[in-house]
């Protein structure tokens, strides 16, 4: 059975703005429209009363009931109805006998005869008073007053004045129909608003709808989840949003209630994620302490447009990536140590092959000889100065590089490495070595051609471990002395150079060593010197242990 389609995300918010909006219309209309008749009734009532007082207090009328000129009083009341715009005006006597009215023929009869109120409470209370009621001139609205001798203060009259319905319901029908027509323009201008409003909402949400973001959210919490690097982002006010569980795990945190809408300076205040945020200059690979535990971390700002608004970082225990990395480095030594003897040894091969074919047996036996007793003295001076395999394997296959590149690549025999620190990472200081190596290799090679020296010192005496590298290139141009070990800046040609020298200059800065470069003379040649203290100075030093 095909599922059923859901309405569109800007076709609901329409439709529900546009029902809100007119559910408001409605009851505003119908409210305002029940206020605005109240007030009108009210309004006509007292007008009605209002007059009905002042017909009262006339003179002319009092003088009028006490002389009973009906035809004076007539004339008197029809002027007064036109001037106030009164439906009628009646007048009676102190028995509610009626003295004026519109009707001649209901002159002389009682007041009652109308609506059955004969003025009690004006003609026995001496008060006035509004009444609704249903006479022979229709509905009307009636305001009635006493009529009082002005010597005596006896009540000798009573005066009606009505107002009649039709015209209180015209005038709310006109009233009515400006309110009607202003909220229907408001309930059209809502209709828009809210289609502008749902098509900005749509656009801002990247025209997705909620099953999509639901299920995009879904995908993103099952992708922090499963990678193995721990993931923390704040917002622009450095408050933590996100956190997976590889990071609470890295940093030995419970739950992710602990720490989720907490400052991430309370947490955290180590990470230096404000400063990103700050400055948005993102940072890769830096290495840092959390926690009392070293970590490789990566921080990148999130953008929106220009603004800044958060940041995430990513972060590995720093004993989890040298282990692989001292995996990746004993390999690569392997392969080019491999590579090396199997390209040195099938030459040396092919040329015994040929001494024998030849009958220079002596010849050969010696070539087999010096070939053995000088490999031999190699990795003797390696097992004397070098302890460490790792370091020392880093050596054998760079000796064996050189050799292959038609270079040697001659270790000073009183160089000794033996007391290295334990908590020096293996695969960082390999990989400095392997660099300057290298690039002296290349160096040499470039410079001199075939048969160039690399010479290698190195020793442990005193408070720091110090190599010493010496080729035969071209030097150090002076104007790069200073900015070799930036990031992009090489004396080779090409792109992809430029990175070496940097990464040497990362791992002496967290260990708090130092390097300096120096020409050697006219004949060309460099010599960079590595110091490394056997305490670590640097960024990277162990945090102390809480108390």
């Not at 004045?161 to 005038?171: D, F, H, K, M, N």
């Not at 953008?303 to 995996?327: C, T």
């Not at 009958?359 to 031999?376: F, P, R, T």
């Not at 190699?378 to 460490?388: C, G, R």
Request: overall charge negative; some cysteine; charged content about 20%.
């Amino acid at each position: 059975m095909p599922a059923k389609r859901r309405t569109k995300l800007k076709t609901r918010m329409i439709l529900t703005l546009g029902l809100v909006s007119a559910l408001q219309a409605a009851f505003i209309g119908i409210f305002a429209g029940y206020y605005l008749s109240e007030s009108l009734y009210n309004e006509i009532g007292q007008r009605a009363l209002m007059v009905a007082k002042t017909v009262a207090a006339s003179p002319a009328i009092i003088r009028g009931i006490q002389q009973r000129d009906t035809e004076a009083l007539n004339a008197l009341t029809r002027t007064m109805a036109t001037t106030n715009e009164a439906l009628f005006i009646v007048i009676g006597d102190h028995n509610s006998i009626r003295l004026a009215h519109p009707s001649a023929e209901r002159i002389g009869h009682s007041m009652a005869d109308d609506d059955g109120d004969y003025g009690r409470r004006a003609l026995v209370d001496g008060e006035g008073y509004v009444a609704l009621a249903l006479g022979n001139l229709g509905e009307s609205m009636r305001g009635k007053a006493p009529v009082f001798a002005p010597d005596s203060g006896d009540i000798i009259g009573i005066v009606s004045v009505g107002y009649s319905l039709l015209q209180v319901e015209a005038t709310v029908q006109r009233y009515n129909f400006v309110l009607y027509g202003v909220l229907g323009v408001v309930l059209l201008v809502s209709i828009l608003a809210a289609v502008f409003i749902a098509g900005h909402f749509k656009r801002a949400i990247f025209g997705l709808e909620p099953e999509e973001i639901a299920g995009l959210f879904q995908e993103r919490d099952a992708t922090l989840q499963s990678v193995r690097e721990g993931i923390i982002a704040i917002n622009r006010h450095g408050i933590i949003t996100t956190v997976n569980r590889a990071a609470l795990t890295t940093l030995d945190l419970s739950t992710d209630t602990e720490i989720a809408g907490r400052p991430i300076l309370d947490v955290l205040p180590e990470s230096d994620l404000m400063s990103v945020l700050t400055t948005g200059t993102p940072d890769f690979d830096r290495e840092v302490w959390l926690r009392n535990r070293q970590m490789v971390v990566n921080r990148l700002p999130m953008r929106q447009g220009n603004d800044i608004i958060g940041v995430v970082a990513s972060f590995r225990l720093r004993n989890e990536l040298d282990q692989v990395s001292q995996q990746l480095t004993h390999i690569q030594q392997y392969a080019d140590t491999l590579r090396s003897q199997t390209h040195e040894y099938s030459n040396k091969l092919h040329t015994i092959a040929g001494l024998i074919q030849l009958g220079a047996y002596k010849d050969a036996l010696k070539l087999i000889g010096n070939e053995v007793s000088s490999h031999q003295a190699l990795i003797h001076l390696l097992l004397e100065a070098v302890p460490d395999p790792i370091i020392a394997g880093c050596l054998l296959g760079k000796h064996n590089r050189a050799r292959e590149m038609g270079l040697h690549l001659d270790i000073d025999p009183g160089s000794q490495m033996v007391d290295l620190p334990d908590n020096l990472p293996r695969d960082q200081l390999v990989s400095v070595l392997g660099n300057l190596i290298d690039n002296a290799l290349e160096a040499t090679r470039r410079h001199t051609g075939a048969n160039g020296h690399v010479q290698l010192s190195m020793t442990d005496l005193g408070q720091e471990l110090i190599f010493e590298v010496e080729d035969q290139g071209p030097g150090v141009a002076p104007e790069l002395q200073n900015r070799i070990f930036e990031k992009g800046v090489t004396s080779k040609s090409g792109h992809e150079h430029g990175f070496g020298l940097h990464l040497v200059r990362q791992f002496l800065d967290s260990w708090g060593g130092s390097i300096t470069v120096e020409n050697l003379g006219e004949a060309g040649g460099s010599r960079f010197t590595l110091y490394l203290p056997k305490t670590p100075t640097g960024r990277s030093q162990p945090c102390p242990p809480s108390d």
